[in-house]
């Protein structure tokens, strides 16, 4: 049971101030062991490149949009995936690589409004995508690099007709532009909270351990809060309220935790590796699922100018950039290391023996499974297994993606596993994302392989048992 998080140890070590003698190697000896809940997946839609997001409006219609990596937002609508797309972005896209790639169409959200006739946000929705290196346009440009950044993170906007299943391309409004130096760890989460603002989950830009070309020296990008990336957003992309940006497309709300002194007016909390997937409880608590390097997966609480520690930390532990992979956490603070200490650990982890890349997911709000009613409801990427060869290098096996649950109330916090279906089988495909749709009910998106050129992805839907 997941659920040691070392606050004393870490504490003793702040007083200490002393490097650990030895890395933590197996930080959370405790599997992850399956809980009595069980649940069935209904598929309802397949033969898509890489599903990654699915999002339903609010008005009756039952429609639901999904993203599809390789470059297309396509629609289920009676329960049947339609053949044409509602919006092909492909040739705006970067080039994305045929094996494993974590660019492409990333994200998509209807503004609360969209289908409220005369408000402001009637009929528009929002894209997060990468396009290839533009030099000279970036909102916030990487200044730094010796060479081009390899992509661009761009948040548009678009119109459509809430009753029609097409979007007109030339409604295109582009909000923001952002240089990412590498093709990794680009985020993707673009969500409306509560308050009608947008909320942006940004990676740290890639690479290894917040280090490198485009990466701040000593700080990494996730602590420089002068970069836009490894943080998460909050803006207003109608422009109404707030601060208005520097390109004059979007505004900034007044309290936002920098606004008005030094660091991005768009940051809403920072120190994030890379938050793929964010959400909203029912009781307003933003909750990001953030994924780890080579040790740890995490689950966050997200707050208002929250610091949640990387690269000075991965999880609840103090972090070495430079050192071997799975030999860079300590219990300790690291000699040479100034570590802040009003860094927010994680509300739960757990370590890479048990997943691959931690999905945030959602607190459930549906009707179909009464007793998952209040659970958080997330996973993780991929089941790993790691053997070591007569060479001596490790070789990394990946399996089905698993499925867990957890009460956010519950002292301590322990992270449970779903049994699926009544022979208690295991997920034979990877799992991109989680989604919900309009009435609360859950989905998941997965793929047979990790990248969206199979057209083996498939939408499933979270149901009770029979």
């Not at 169409?105 to 409220?116: E, R």
């Not at 290894?208 to 990336?229: A, E, S």
């Not at 509300?347 to 023996?353: L, M, V």
């Not at 009910?441 to 083996?456: A, D, M």
Request: net charge negative; with cysteine; hydrophobic share 35%.
């Amino acid at each position: 049971m997941k659920t040691l998080f070392l606050h004393g140890v870490l504490a003793l070590g702040l007083a200490m101030n002393v490097l650990a003698a030895e890395p933590v190697m197996d930080p959370y000896p405790d599997r992850i062991e399956k809980g009595p809940l069980r649940i069935e997946l209904q598929k309802i839609a397949e033969g898509i490149g890489g599903p990654v997001w699915l999002e339903g409006p609010r008005d009756g219609s039952g429609r639901l949009f999904v993203v599809d990596q390789a470059g297309k937002l396509l629609m289920i609508k009676d329960g049947k995936l339609l053949e044409k797309p509602v919006l092909d972005v492909t040739d705006r896209l970067v080039e994305l690589r045929k094996g494993f790639d974590e660019r492409g169409f990333l994200g998509f959200a209807l503004h609360p409004d969209f289908a409220v006739k005369g408000a402001k946000g009637y009929g528009r929705v929002y894209t997060y995508i990468s396009e290839p290196y533009a030099e000279g346009k970036a909102d916030f440009p990487l200044k730094d690099m010796p060479i081009p950044p390899d992509n661009q993170t761009v948040i548009a906007e678009y119109r459509m007709d809430p009753n029609a299943d097409v979007i007109d391309p030339s409604t295109r409004r582009e909000l923001i532009r952002a240089d990412e130096p590498q093709w990794n760890h680009d985020g993707g989460a673009i969500i409306f909270g509560p308050d009608k603002f947008m909320y942006l989950g940004v990676g740290d830009g890639g690479a290894g351990n917040d280090v490198g070309p485009g990466h701040t020296p000593g700080i990494g990008n996730g602590q420089d809060i002068n970069k836009f990336l490894a943080k998460i957003h909050r803006i207003d992309p109608l422009g109404e309220r707030g601060v208005k940006s520097a390109n004059g497309q979007y505004s900034c709300p007044e309290d936002n935790p920098f606004v008005g002194r030094e660091g991005l007016d768009e940051i809403y909390a920072y120190g994030l590796r890379n938050a793929w997937r964010i959400s909203f409880t029912p009781d307003g608590r933003l909750i990001a699922g953030d994924v780890g390097q080579d040790m740890i997966e995490e689950v966050n609480i997200i707050v208002r100018g929250g610091n949640y520690g990387w690269h000075l930390k991965e999880g609840p532990f103090f972090f070495k950039p430079g050192t071997a992979p799975r030999e860079n956490i300590f219990t300790d603070p690291i000699e040479g290391i100034e570590v802040p200490d009003d860094l927010i650990d994680p509300i739960i982890a757990y370590d890479q023996d048990e997943g691959t890349s931690v999905l945030g997911g959602y607190v459930y709000q549906g009707k179909a499974l009464p007793q998952l009613r209040g659970l958080y409801v997330f996973g993780d990427w991929a089941y790993a297994q790691r053997k070591k060869q007569p060479n001596g290098k490790t070789k990394v096996e990946r399996f089905g993606g698993r499925l867990f649950y957890m009460d956010l109330d519950e002292k301590p916090l322990v992270i449970r596993e779903f049994r699926l279906g009544k022979d208690d089988r295991a997920l034979p495909v990877l799992i991109n994302s989680f989604s919900e749709g309009p009435d609360g009910e859950l989905y998941i998106l997965t793929n047979t392989q990790p990248h969206p050129f199979t057209n083996q992805g498939e939408v499933w839907k979270i149901v009770p048992v029979e």
